[in-house]
């Protein structure tokens, strides 16, 4: 399912900056079912990676008060136009993926 | 509707959290890297001292917190932090009030920038708090966010 994350990478002189879109729930875990009154299992990703060129340039780790289908940005120098950016990210049930982009 | 549901949440969260928190435990285990404990932590100074191993940290005027005045929605609050310091290993973003306050933490390499920016879930009006750790020690700045419950004033 590599269609979780939308990934935008820009060159400007020596920087970077990525863009990136990842769909996912981000349950909490205190939310309830209203229906139900059960409480809906907490579900959010937990770490997400950005490497560049075989090294980490970004490692983040993200508790569930990141809001619903997260948005991140950040901004690296080193690379130009062409590289290639990879995303990762690993949720608290193990579920994972990673897209690529090339540095326009 | 989930946006109340998430307040109530929040409120009760410092009871259940402990629960919750125990009942994730199998998933969470096999990633030995993220802090669990510094995401558990129910006050801003634990969250720090469970991240960063130290609480001590210096009001900084070189951070830059931007982030909405009044937010009409507390569950997407866009915030970004830029910090013109050199040799910033991470970046934290902490609300303060949360039950959980610690939301996002980034560790960055030495050829990233000290900008990062993300959106975040906010319980009610409190300050964003946000940690740079720059040549090893702390510097943290806030901005006081308005969470507008209801989205139409009041």
Redesign the interface.
Same mark, same amino acid.
């Not at chain 2, 569950?75 to 866009?78: E, F, G, L, T």
């Not at chain 2, 900008?115 to 906010?122: A, E, L």
């Given at each position: 399912m590599a269609t979780s994350i939308r990934i935008r990478a820009k060159a400007k002189g020596n920087e970077v900056t990525v863009k990136a879109l990842i769909t996912h729930p981000m349950e909490t875990g205190v939310r309830k079912n209203k229906k139900t009154g059960e409480k809906i299992p907490a579900h959010f990703i937990q770490e997400v990676k950005c490497e560049h060129g075989g090294k980490t340039v970004v490692n983040a780790q993200w508790g569930p008060a990141v809001s619903k289908n997260p948005y991140l940005s950040f901004a690296f120098s080193g690379a130009k136009a062409g590289d290639t950016v990879k995303l990762s990210w690993v949720d608290n049930k193990g579920k994972s993926d990673s897209a690529e982009a090339k540095v326009k | 509707? @989930?946006r109340r !549901?998430?307040l @109530?949440?929040?409120l +009760?969260?410092s009871t #259940? +959290?402990v629960a #919750?928190g125990a009942?994730?435990l199998n998933? $969470?285990s096999?990633?030995a890297?993220?802090?669990e404990s510094a995401?558990e932590a129910k006050s801003v100074q634990d969250a720090m001292s469970s991240l960063f191993g130290t609480a001590d940290n210096k009001t900084s005027g070189a951070i830059k917190i931007k982030a909405p005045d009044i937010a009409e929605n507390g569950? #997407? #609050?866009?915030v970004?932090v830029t910090t013109k310091m050199k040799g910033v290993s991470a970046i934290a973003i902490i609300?303060e009030k949360?039950?959980?306050p610690? &939301? &996002?933490?980034?560790?960055? +390499?030495s050829?990233? @920038?000290g900008?990062? !920016?993300? $959106?975040? @879930?906010?319980g009610k009006t409190m300050d964003v708090v946000a940690v740079v750790k720059s040549g090893g020690s702390l510097h943290t700045a806030r901005k006081n966010v308005k969470v507008t419950i209801g989205g139409c004033g009041g």
């Open positions: - | 509707m @989930k !549901s998430f @109530k949440g929040t +009760a969260g #259940v +959290a #919750v009942g994730l998933p $969470r096999v990633l890297a993220w802090p995401f569950a #997407v #609050v866009p970004t609300a949360n039950g959980t610690l &939301a &996002a933490n980034f560790e960055l +390499a050829n990233a @920038k900008t990062v !920016s993300t $959106r975040i @879930k906010m």
